[in-house]
C-alpha cells in the first residue's frame, strides 16, 4: 500500500517538474537555470509546510508518503541542479555557478524553514 502512494506522488511530481522547467526556461532566455531553482525551492516550500502539519499532529504517514516522499521526491532534483552548475562551471560562467549553489541551498533551506513555521503557526 505505501509503496502505491509513493508511486501516485511521483507520477504528478515528475511531469509537474518537467512541465514547469520548460515553462520557466521558456520565460527566462537566461543562463541562470531558473527553472531548476524554482522548483526546487517550490518543493523545498512544499516540504517544509508537510513537515510543520506533521509535527503539528495534521498529516498522517500515508500524506507524508504521497506528497513527501512521491510527490517532492519527484519535483525537486538535486542531480539536475549538480549538473546545471557543474556545467556553468564548464563554459565559463563561474559566476552564475557560484551563484546558483549559494541561492539554491539559501533559498531552499529558507523554503523549508517557512513552510515548517508558517504549518506550525496554522496548525499548533
Same mark, same amino acid.
Given at each position: 500500500?505505501? &509503496? ?25 532566455? %537566461? ?7 524554482? =522548483? ?6 512544499? $516540504? ?18 504521497? $506528497? ?15 549538473? /546545471?552548475?557543474?556545467?556553468?562551471? /564548464? ?5 552564475? %555557478?557560484?551563484?546558483?549553489? =549559494? ?13 515548517? &513555521? ?7
Amino acid at each position: 500500500m505505501n &509503496w502505491l502512494l509513493v508511486i501516485a506522488g511521483a507520477m504528478v511530481g515528475a511531469p509537474l517538474r518537467y512541465v514547469t522547467d520548460r515553462m520557466v526556461q521558456l520565460r527566462h532566455d %537566461a543562463v541562470f537555470p531558473w527553472g531548476t531553482f524554482a =522548483i526546487n525551492v517550490t518543493g523545498c516550500l512544499v $516540504l517544509g509546510l508537510l513537515t510543520g502539519a506533521a509535527s503539528a499532529g495534521v498529516a498522517s504517514p500515508h500524506l507524508e508518503l504521497l $506528497l513527501g516522499t512521491g510527490l517532492c521526491g519527484a519535483l525537486t532534483t538535486y542531480s539536475t541542479f549538480s549538473y /546545471e552548475t557543474l556545467r556553468l562551471t /564548464e563554459t565559463g560562467a563561474g559566476f552564475y %555557478a557560484a551563484a546558483n549553489a =549559494i541561492a539554491s541551498v539559501a533559498a531552499g533551506l529558507g523554503a523549508a524553514f517557512a513552510g515548517v &513555521w508558517f504549518a506550525q503557526a496554522l496548525w499548533a
